[in-house]
C-alpha cells in the first residue's frame, strides 16, 4: 500500500521543508505467519518452516557418503502452513540455488513434497560435515518477503578429493618418451622439453591464485632401479581462472639440467615419474604417473641430437 515519508530540516528555529513522497510498502508473506511483533524482523528464517530432509541415493538421512558417489540425492519437507498454489518453493544446497528444483505449489498443507537434488550441485558444493540446506517461500515468482526454512545440516564425504593424473605428451608409437618427444608440435620454436599436460581441477572449488606444485623425477632403469641424482625439478606455480578450468602443459626443463643427465645414469632406458600437489588448505595430491624414457638416440649412438626436426 502506499505509504507517506516525509521530512522537515530545521536551521536553529527556521524550518525548511516540509518534503514528502510516496512509496509502495509491502509486508505481505506467504506460508507461516510470523508473531506480531516480530523480534527477529528482517530476519528471513521462520522456524515454522520445518528444515527439509535429504535422503541420500543409498537410504541415508541427511549423510551423503563414498557410495552415494554420481547420485542424485532426494529433498523432503512438509508443506508448510497457509501453502496456496501458484506460491513458489526454492531450494538451496550450500547457499547455492537449485534451479533444476523449483517448485509452483500444488499440494495442501501437512503433505509432504519431495525433489531432487542433481548430482553436480553435491559435487560442486564439495565435502563438509555441517553442510547447509534450506528452502525458501514467497507469494509468486517476483523475488519479494521471501520466507526461508531452518537449515538443515548435511554430513557430505561422497566427493572424491583425488585429482586426475597428469599426462605425458609426445609419447613415440610404442608409447616411450624419447628424443622425439622433446618438439612440441604446437610451438615448433619452443626449447626441447618433455611436456605434461595438467588437468582441470575446477570441480575441487579451487580459486584463482592458488598455487600448485609439480614434481619431476626420474630412475635409472624401468622397474625399480634408483633415482637420478640431480635430475629432479620441483615447481610452484599460481594458477589462474583459465588454468584451472582448462588445465595446461607444464614444461620440464632446461634439457641440460632436467634431461640430459638421463643419458648418462643409462642408455637402456629409464623411468619418468610425475605428480602434483594443489596447496590448498587440506592439500589435494595427484597419484604419481610414469612413463618408459629413453635419450639414447640410435642414429648417432650417442644422446639426442637436438637438431630441429
Known sequence: ????????????????????????????????????????WPDPINPALLAPTITSSTALENVIAPPDRDQDATLTFDVFTNAEDGQVVDFYWNGTRVTEARWVVDQATGTQKSVTIPWSYIQDAGNNPALPVHYTVRPSLEPINEQESLPQYVNVTAIDMT??????????????????????????????????????????????????????????????????????????????????????????????????????????????????????????????????????????GGSCDLTRP
Not at 618433455?194 to 582441470?200: E, F, G, L, S, T
Not at 615447481?235 to 639440467?257: C, H, M, N, S
Request: aromatic content about 8%; some cysteine.
Open 163 to 300: 585429482p586426475d593424473d597428469l599426462e605425458f605428451l609426445g609419447l613415440t608409437d610404442r608409447g616411450w618418451l624419447s628424443c622425439p618427444s622433446l618438439w612440441d608440435p604446437v610451438d615448433p620454436a619452443a626449447a626441447p622439453a618433455i611436456r605434461v599436460q595438467v588437468p582441470p581441477c575446477s570441480r575441487f572449488g579451487v580459486q584463482p591464485n592458488t598455487t600448485i606444485t609439480l614434481s619431476w623425477s626420474v630412475y635409472d632403469a624401468i622397474v625399480g632401479g634408483n633415482l637420478i641424482a640431480g635430475v629432479g625439478k620441483q615447481e610452484t606455480l599460481t594458477l589462474t581462472a583459465d588454468q584451472i578450468a582448462k588445465g595446461f602443459v607444464w614444461r620440464v626443463e632446461p634439457y641440460d639440467q632436467h634431461i640430459l643427465p638421463i643419458y648418462a645414469a643409462t642408455q637402456t632406458g629409464g623411468r619418468a615419474q610425475v605428480s602434483y600437489a594443489i596447496n590448498t588448505n587440506n592439500p589435494i595430491r595427484s597419484n604419481p604417473s610414469e612413463n618408459r624414457i629413453s635419450i639414447s638416440d640410435q642414429s648417432t
Open 1 to 40: 500500500m502506499p505509504t507517506n515519508v516525509s521530512y522537515k530540516v530545521l536551521r536553529g528555529h527556521a524550518p525548511y521543508g516540509p518534503a514528502d513522497a510516496d512509496f509502495n510498502v509491502d509486508f505481505s508473506i506467504a506460508g507461516p505467519e510470523r508473531p506480531d511483533p516480530d523480534p527477529t
